[in-house]
């Protein structure tokens, strides 16, 4: 059994950016939740890359909130694909 931690749940959500399945990405930032494993900087901005290649803008800044609720650091790849989100959607007030 492999152990629930943040690495590897970064690992899954990666994967799910790669393959543009925003969906699970989403679900397994859920799921550490769930299982009281802290999001950091990392898995939230590969859930959020998801969303963005997705064109998933609206979820893009729902995580965003979400972030700045549970006090998790942005840089500069969590904003670069919110704007992303938001251009692509053509959302530029949002942005």
């Known amino acids: 059994r492999v152990a629930r931690d943040t690495v590897t749940y970064g690992?899954?959500?990666?994967?799910?950016?790669?393959g543009e399945?925003?969906?699970f990405a989403v679900q397994l930032l859920?799921?550490?939740?769930?299982?009281q494993v802290d999001r950091?900087?990392?898995t939230c901005s590969a859930a959020?890359?998801?969303c963005e290649k997705c064109g998933e803008w609206c979820q893009t800044l729902q995580l965003l909130r979400e972030m700045?609720?549970?006090l998790v650091e942005k840089n500069t790849i969590t904003y670069n694909a919110a704007v992303s989100a938001c251009e692509?959607?053509?959302?530029?007030?949002?942005?």
């Open 21 to 23: 399945q925003w969906l």
């Open 40 to 42: 950091n900087t990392i």
């Open 88 to 95: 692509k959607a053509l959302m530029w007030s949002q942005a």
């Open 48 to 50: 959020i890359s998801a």
């Open 11 to 18: 690992a899954a959500v990666s994967a799910c950016e790669k």
């Open 30 to 35: 859920r799921d550490m939740a769930r299982d």
């Open 68 to 70: 700045a609720h549970d």
